[in-house]
């Protein structure tokens, strides 16, 4: 993949971080179809902030599990304006203390972003880094410290993508499309 970069739309490190929190469990299609709105009536954390829960649920009806999202847009919104003045911490450990955002959310805004080395794992990279054998890791932690250990620390953001596109067009869940594989050759999977 010579281009591997999100297919999340944003425009500023906020909307990235919004983005990222809506695509949870959600396409990042269906997430794109609903920030154009979103991101118009609420273009910044302040504006957000300010929200009922409501009115963002509303823009975001369409995603999976809008009623906690919604929730913690607006929590998550508050917190970057009261807690780091109105801007979108960049180190992981303190995106962490924002509602809704777990490690993987913490780790794409830091690495798209902030260029920070470091790599999500979701269910994509988790599968897909089983399947070529670069880890046997139980949990996303676990893998993410094996890709950490093979993968230089400048290429870990370009290698998230990497591997989330290849799971997500070509090393699918149900039925991977090993013929049409790069990776085949190396791929301990391949029967």
């Known amino acids: 993949m010579p281009v591997a970069e999100t297919e999340l739309d944003y425009g500023t490190p906020f909307e990235l971080l919004v983005a990222t929190i809506l695509s949870a469990q959600c396409t990042d299609k269906r997430v794109n179809l609903v920030t154009p709105a979103l991101f118009k009536r609420f273009p910044d954390a302040t504006s957000m902030a300010q929200a009922s829960v409501g009115e963002v649920y509303e823009l ?8 906690n999202k919604a929730k913690h847009l607006v929590g998550m919104a508050f917190m970057v304006v009261h807690n780091f003045g109105g801007v979108v911490p960049e180190y992981p450990d303190e995106l962490q203390k924002l509602p809704g955002v777990g490690r993987k959310t913490a780790n794409v805004v830091a690495s798209v ?12 990279v988790f599968r ?9 890791g139980k ?18 953001g370009v290698a ?17 499309f090993c013929d049409k594989c790069g990776l085949r050759v190396w791929c301990p999977s391949v029967v």
């Open 60 to 67: 975001i009806k369409s995603v999976s599990y809008p009623n």
């Open 113 to 124: 972003v902030f260029k920070k080395a470091v790599i999500a794992v979701d269910t994509h």
């Open 160 to 176: 998230h993508h990497w591997l989330i596109l290849h799971g997500r067009y070509v090393c699918t869940a149900r039925k991977p």
């Open 139 to 156: 949990t996303p932690e676990k893998v993410e410290r094996d890709l950490n250990t093979i993968i230089p620390p400048h290429l870990l």
């Open 128 to 136: 897909v880094s089983h399947r070529l054998g670069l880890s046997q």
